[in-house]
């Protein structure tokens, strides 16, 4: 089991930046596939990003596009989410998510995808 720890969550104005971390412990980190998700009360978890083992592949939703990065240090454990020029529908709990993949190098989009989950980091991004 992959324990999930996300920081960097906070208020930031419309066009500002943010940096998100998520630190795993526990499990093989240089083997998951790992992946950040957003959700806003009332909705469903949303699929932001997504980054395999040795970050050859990465995937984002259409919404962030240019404007979002998804990173990795292997050596520390860690994934990160950089949000540049942020938008006030950015705003959500941001959840980092890992899936242990033995086999093969790639990255995953859906929530059922993921087994293990941080508990979030709120992000606001005032207009």
């Known amino acids: 089991q992959v324990q999930l720890v996300e920081s960097g969550g906070g208020l930031v104005q419309a066009g500002g930046s943010l940096r998100l971390s998520c630190v795993a412990s526990?499990?093989?980190?240089?083997?998951?596939?790992m992946g950040w998700f957003r959700q806003v009360p009332g909705k469903e978890r949303e699929f932001v990003a997504a980054i395999s083992w040795s970050s050859a592949a990465t995937r984002y939703v259409d919404s962030v596009k240019g404007r979002f990065t998804i990173s990795r240090d292997n050596a520390k454990n860690t994934v990160f989410l950089q949000m540049n020029r942020l938008k006030p529908e950015d705003t959500a709990v941001y959840y980092c998510a890992a899936r242990q993949e033995y086999y093969s190098d790639t990255f995953y989009v859906k929530v059922g995808d993921f087994d293990n989950w941080g508990q979030g980091t709120q992000v606001t991004v005032a207009s």
């Open positions: 526990g499990g093989t980190f240089t083997r998951s596939a």
